[in-house]
């Protein structure tokens, strides 16, 4: 026997031990319907289609049941909500609301080989958690979403002013309002010159002069970031900073370089991006202009 120290409530440990053994082997021959009766009023967080429900479906499900007819199977789709809730004899892949009757809850969970899915000789398997997630989304109905690119464009609303920031300017709202979803707080403020070296390697890809360094860190007044700033973004090497990343997706180079080093005359390209940075040229101009080039002029 063992007391605790914070009750005099007398504990045995031997007999709880026992029930615990007795309570898994319950849960063991227990049927899955009625463990999932027992769970029904659990209280989920909802689970987003997107970002938790389509990349298990994706990873595990797609390359036998998504768009691609040449490897479909069974003429199961799960990339569409009709395919996933259409009747296949009696019975359906996702049943909202049931996960207990449906179909693909079922094979997840299935000691047959013949019936597991993933099939055990794609090496694939679920772990528990990754399982919950799409027991719980069946659970809450079962919705479908649409790829946010084929969703039409809508201006969201500004969350307001939270207790993690009281700037006014709406990507920090929107930065707060993520963070206190998450439980999470604001990193704590830098000195002046950590933020110096952040500003200059971030925005020009270099660190400041000793000069430009000592400007800043005798500047006492108020609006001595938001200055350093402004100036960043208005040096022509800004434009350059930003240049090399784009240049690089788009696999820029001044020579050919796969069967010789002759050199190209496409710099012209090159100077319109710095160009494009360094004028503040919108996205939307910027993507028009490389999607429609010359068909402009």
Not at 106 to 117: A, T, V, Y
Not at 123 to 149: F, P
Not at 239 to 265: K, N
Request: net charge negative.
């Amino acid at each position: 026997y063992s007391i605790s120290p914070t009750s005099s409530i007398v504990i045995n440990y031997d007999s709880a031990k026992n029930l615990a053994m007795k309570l898994n082997c319950l849960i063991r021959i227990l049927p899955l319907p009625f463990l999932f009766s027992i769970a029904s009023n659990v209280v989920y967080s909802k689970v987003d289609f997107t970002t938790e429900v389509r990349p298990i479906l994706s990873e595990y499900c797609f390359h036998c049941h998504g768009p691609d007819k040449s490897t479909r199977e069974a003429n199961l789709r799960l990339d569409l909500s009709e395919g996933a809730l259409k009747d296949l004899g009696g019975y359906s892949a996702v049943v909202p609301g049931k996960p207990e009757d449906s179909e693909l809850v079922f094979r997840l969970h299935s000691d047959d080989k013949d019936e597991l899915m993933p099939p055990p000789e794609t090496g694939k398997r679920l772990s528990a958690k990754q399982k919950k997630i799409l027991e719980d989304w069946i659970k809450q109905g079962a919705e479908y979403e649409e790829h946010w690119s084929f969703l039409p464009i809508s201006k969201p609303s500004v969350p307001t002013e939270t207790r993690k920031t009281k700037s006014a300017h709406p990507v920090d709202r929107f930065i707060a309002k993520k963070l206190e979803n998450g439980n999470f707080s604001f990193a704590v403020p830098s000195d002046k010159k950590t933020l110096l070296r952040r500003l200059y390697f971030d925005l020009l890809g270099m660190p400041p002069s000793p000069d430009e360094a000592k400007q800043f860190l005798n500047d006492n007044t108020e609006s001595a970031y938001d200055q350093l700033v402004d100036r960043l973004l208005a040096d022509h090497r800004f434009g350059e900073r930003m240049t090399v990343h784009w240049l690089d997706l788009v696999r820029y180079s001044d020579t050919i370089g796969y069967h010789s080093d002759v050199f190209m005359e496409v710099s012209a390209y090159r100077d319109y991006v710095i160009d494009a940075f360094n004028q503040n040229m919108s996205y939307d101009q910027f993507v028009i202009e490389n999607l429609a080039g010359d068909l402009l002029s």
